[in-house]
């Protein structure tokens, strides 16, 4: 894919050309010295991907996690979310609106303008081209060229509020900590007061819809148009299949005397894996329609997870505090370092 150096100032799209990181000598680092939070991954296959997390941390394996290579996109802010494509092309969102973008699987970045100064927590693509990224107070921007340049999207005049904040909370207001962007023409947004948006024209006008709750909704993931989870603070689990017109409630299994929350969770094919604080992990071998408690080592007990990529055959890799990193196998889960 060709690398762009946009300069231009039109129709809401502000962008102008910063400089293109070179790559460094690649720095390989033993999963044991990953020691920075990390927030989000995202895998081709089983053995290969990216984390990302503090202090502008990216680190690439080709192997499953048994190795890595530490990746330098230029910055120091942390990065929050990350989006890959079979042709190697890397996305990147973070701290005060950051965006940077690789061609090349992370051998040379370009920071892009985001238009935003707000903290950027989610970044999802319906194709290569068409993507979205969310965030701290009512945050939507919105690209067509890979990302290359992003535009501001508006967010609804009315979403449903609780009573004791819908007076002095506004829509702009809103954190958004999550997006799905299943297909070309629907997504879907969740942030505070459990609120969820949909759109169904590729993220130009969003709507509010009706959930059961109104306590936070961290992540959101969809398969297609209709089939959807949410999940959020006190171990909350939504799910769909009608594309959000209406929302169900999933009794999922705690641990006894804690209060848990689930920060995100992926489905893929029959297996899917939602994660949150306290070592605390559900998995599904069912298509997300039962989950079951995964007991994890002592030295995880602690632990919040706040990154879970799945490849198709049901696979993938969980991310979290102080380095922790996880390859699943389906139901099954390896720790590829001790705390």
Excluded at 91 to 104: N, Q
Excluded at 151 to 156: L, Y
Aim: some cysteine; overall charge neutral.
């Amino acid at each position: 894919m060709k690398r762009f150096i946009v300069a231009a100032a039109c129709a809401g799209i502000v962008a102008w050309a910063f400089p293109v990181i070179a790559a460094r000598s690649a720095e390989k680092v033993d999963p044991a010295d990953i020691r920075p939070n990390l927030f989000g991954a995202c895998f081709l296959t089983p053995q290969e991907g990216w984390v990302i997390g503090d202090r502008g941390r990216i680190f690439y394996t080709t192997d499953g996690g048994k190795s890595f290579e530490r990746l330098d996109a230029g910055t120091t802010r942390a990065f929050l979310s990350i989006a890959c494509f079979p042709d190697k092309t890397l996305v990147v969102v973070g701290k005060s609106g950051i965006i940077y973008r690789s061609p090349d699987g992370g051998r040379t970045w370009q920071q892009q303008t985001s238009g935003t100064d707000r903290n950027l927590v989610s970044v999802a693509f319906s194709s290569p081209a068409t993507g979205l990224a969310v965030g701290d107070a009512g945050m939507i921007v919105r690209t067509q060229d890979a990302g290359v340049t992003w535009t501001k999207i508006a967010v609804p005049e009315q979403i449903p509020l609780p009573e004791d904040v819908a007076e002095t909370v506004a829509p702009g207001d809103i954190l958004f900590y999550d997006v799905s962007f299943p297909t070309p023409e629907r997504a879907w947004i969740v942030g505070e007061f459990g609120v969820i948006l949909t759109t169904t024209d590729g993220g130009l006008t969003w709507a509010a819809q009706k959930g059961p709750v109104q306590s936070t909704l961290f992540g959101v993931t969809f398969n297609d148009a209709l089939h959807g989870w949410c999940v959020g603070l006190s171990a909350v689990m939504l799910r769909t299949q009608d594309g959000g017109t209406t929302w169900e409630t999933v009794k999922v299994p705690t641990r006894p005397g804690f209060t848990l929350s689930l920060y995100t969770l992926s489905v893929s094919g029959d297996y899917g894996w939602a994660i949150g604080d306290s070592g605390y992990l559900l998995a599904s071998k069912d298509a997300g329609v039962t989950w079951n408690l995964v007991d994890v080592p002592i030295q995880f007990a602690g632990t919040w997870f706040r990154g879970v990529s799945l490849t198709p055959d049901g696979r993938g890799f969980i991310v979290g505090a102080q380095g922790s990193m996880l390859a699943t196998d389906r139901v099954s889960f390896t720790p590829l370092r001790k705390m």
